[in-house]
């Protein structure tokens, strides 16, 4: 039986921080960089508190997915090497994404790079907000265990998500958060390049045997 790697998605396949974040400044146009990047040290669905100020310039009538998607389509592109890598990984191992974006506009995107058909299954927000019961749900669903997946991310909040159902981590440094900031999760290994990736999955399960 093949193990699992699941993939977040924003950061790690799409490059798309800039444009989610210039987004999310409709909504709080005194947002900085390094708050926006804070929000994603937890589950992001949860950021309100204690990290959002709000003032009187917040825009609570604009929907971020309304406005992100468009953006998205247009601005966002694959990580250079990803699809090489994703192509690479699934011979060997089963993929999933499990992401906070809605699940519509990531199959769109991997379809537009010929990705789609490489991944079991693509959970996205409206699957569930929780990170932890996206996990409960692939291991329900392909009857295994966290022995048999990693988690590939590029923030602290999906880490400590993560290793509430004992699923270890390996951190892209390419993304949302910094490699100081990555290793609060202590994730198995982080690493620099997609090239590097399949080396790491394969050093994180043979570790786990």
Not at 137 to 160: A, H, P, Q, W
Not at 189 to 199: A, I
């Amino acid at each position: 039986m093949k193990n699992y790697i699941l993939f977040d998605f924003d950061g790690v396949i799409a490059d798309s921080f800039h444009p989610a974040f210039e987004t999310q400044k409709m909504v709080c146009p005194h947002l900085s960089e390094e708050n926006y990047r804070k929000r994603f040290e937890g589950n992001i669905n949860d950021w309100e508190d204690p990290i959002n100020v709000h003032t009187e310039d917040c825009r609570h009538d604009i929907d971020f997915f309304e406005e992100y998607i468009p953006r998205m389509k247009d601005e966002v592109q694959i990580v250079p090497r990803m699809r090489e890598v994703i192509i690479e990984l699934e011979k060997e191992y089963t993929l999933v994404v499990i992401s906070s974006t809605i699940t519509s506009p990531i199959q769109e995107f991997l379809s537009s790079h010929e990705l789609d058909s490489h991944f079991a299954w693509i959970m996205g927000n409206d699957v569930h907000q929780s990170k932890v019961e996206k996990i409960k749900m692939v291991f329900e669903k392909y009857n295994i265990t966290s022995k048999d997946c990693v988690f590939i991310t590029d923030t602290l909040g999906d880490m400590r998500e993560a290793e509430k159902m004992s699923v270890g981590t390996i951190g892209v440094t390419w993304g949302f958060h910094v490699p100081e900031t990555l290793k609060q999760g202590n994730p198995f290994r982080l690493v620099d390049s997609p090239k590097t990736l399949p080396m790491a999955v394969s050093d994180y399960f043979s570790m786990t045997k």
